[in-house]
């Protein structure tokens, strides 16, 4: 079974960075897809944000308010995705979903089989 684990969550002044993690065990991380979303406490669903994806590590936003703040990367060695996020807004204060599949590329949260947690991110002065 494919278990998600994510960290690196936190409060986080304006304008400053976080590193988000995610960690997949008992799955070949290599043939994952995988994805961040977000939710905020005013919207029933989660957010896309951006996906990576196992083939040749395509990345995919599709996300306007977050283009070129947040970067998402991965490391196969390490079973490990990355959510790089920079300038930090208020309304980025979030809970923070990894997910992945078996999937090539998707914006859906219907096509992720596999989720975290979450991750809380706050951003405030």
């Known amino acids: 079974q494919v278990q998600l684990v994510e960290s690196g969550g936190g409060l986080v002044q304006p304008g400053g960075s976080l590193t988000l993690s995610c960690t997949v065990s008992g799955g070949s991380f290599s043939t994952l897809t995988v994805a961040w979303f977000r939710q905020t406490v005013e919207k029933e669903e989660q957010e896309f944000i951006a996906c990576i994806g196992y083939r040749n590590n395509r990345a995919v936003y599709d996300n306007d308010s977050v283009r070129g703040r947040f970067t998402i990367s991965k490391d196969n060695d390490k079973n490990t995705a990355y959510l790089q996020m920079d300038n930090l807004k208020p309304e980025d204060t979030a809970v923070y979903y990894c997910?992945?599949?078996?999937?090539?590329?998707?914006?859906?949260?219907?096509?992720?089989?596999?989720w975290g947690p979450g991750a809380q991110v706050t951003v405030s002065s």
């Open positions: 997910a992945a599949g078996r999937i090539y590329m998707s914006i859906s949260r219907y096509q992720y089989n596999f």
